[in-house]
């Protein structure tokens, strides 16, 4: 599906497509893909690199043509095996056209250009649009980053009361969610560099935007930085947990198999086919009985001054 968006205090969709506007693309079907490289001419081979899922935030030239893949946030609302994750999408450019390509729906295209027309925003050149990309991508990741923090609390007081399985794989996932998001943003940040060497002799930068981007980025990534250090913390805190349970049920299933053993060995030495010189004994069964619980409770009353039971 794609959409014309001319900038006129905000992006606003047309019917047809114009030179100098933006031409934005998500999910492409055969029909965008055909207006894409026959209408547009642009070079396949970018296409094809936008859809690889890991492709990683970098620059590419082919002729005129510049391609610019940066990563985005987005929450995965079908697959259970992750809250968030990353995406690339791709803005293609050349002198004349604008076109952006994602292979998935986003929260954060509709919301970008919601908030061009909102704010009255003038996107003035192609790489002022990848700027506020970039920009808008760093405020989704602090959002998501919000209730990632949020998800992190409630797992805690859900493992303070009982540790399940399902709660430590939560913080797992989110765990690599946050892995996701240092090197995206990472990936983003290095991005600003390049963009600038490549556009640093034309009048398309705006050193003021790129300031406020960076501002941005290193925010996302500082809060990622404190939000993985307190989720391994308490991984690491919980794993301890985990360890001093099991040597206490070791310790009090050692103190009862202790306990246990002491009339059986009893009985065992007096089921000998051997004289036990107590054959003659009136109340031998009940000696043997009565010495085997003391025996018993003495060991009892020990593991329990120790603190094993």
């Known amino acids: 599906m794609r959409k014309y968006l001319y900038c006129e205090a905000g992006f606003v969709e047309k019917a047809q497509w114009l030179p100098n506007s933006w031409v934005n693309v998500v999910c492409p079907d055969n029909d965008d893909f055909e207006f894409l490289t026959q209408t547009l001419k642009v070079p396949e081979s970018f296409l094809t690199d ?40 791709g803005i293609i450019t050349n002198d004349e056209i604008i076109v952006s390509v994602c292979y998935y729906n986003t929260d954060l295209l509709p919301d970008f250009i919601d908030h061009t027309r909102r704010k009255g925003i003038e996107v003035r050149n192609k790489l002022d649009l990848i700027l506020r990309l970039i920009y808008s991508s760093s405020v989704w990741f602090l959002k998501y980053l919000k209730q990632i923090n949020l998800d992190i609390t409630a797992a805690e007081k859900e493992l303070e009361r009982s540790i399940r399985n399902e709660d430590l794989l939560r913080l797992m996932r989110l765990q690599k969610t946050l892995v996701y998001f240092n090197t995206s943003i990472r990936g983003n940040e290095v991005m600003i560099g390049k963009l600038q060497s490549i556009f640093q002799d034309t009048n398309y930068l705006d050193k003021d935007l790129v300031e406020d981007v960076i501002i941005e980025l290193k925010q996302a990534l500082n809060t990622v930085n404190i939000y993985s250090d307190i989720l391994t913390g308490t991984m690491d805190a919980f794993a301890s ?45 009940a000696l043997i009985i009565l010495c085997s619980v003391i025996l018993s409770a003495l060991s009892f009353v020990i593991f329990r001054k120790i603190k094993w039971f």
């Open 241 to 285: 947990i985990i360890s001093n349970n099991v040597n206490a049920i070791m310790k009090r299933m050692t103190s009862i198999s202790i306990t246990l053993m002491l009339p059986t060995l009893i009985a065992s030495f007096y089921g000998m086919n051997v004289d036990i010189h107590l054959e003659d004994t009136p109340h031998a069964f």
């Open 50 to 89: 936008i859809a690889d899922t890991d492709e990683r935030p970098r620059t590419e030239t082919e002729g005129n043509w510049l391609l610019t893949i940066l990563r985005i946030p987005v929450q995965d609302k079908l697959n259970g095996n992750l809250p968030f994750s990353t995406v690339p999408i």
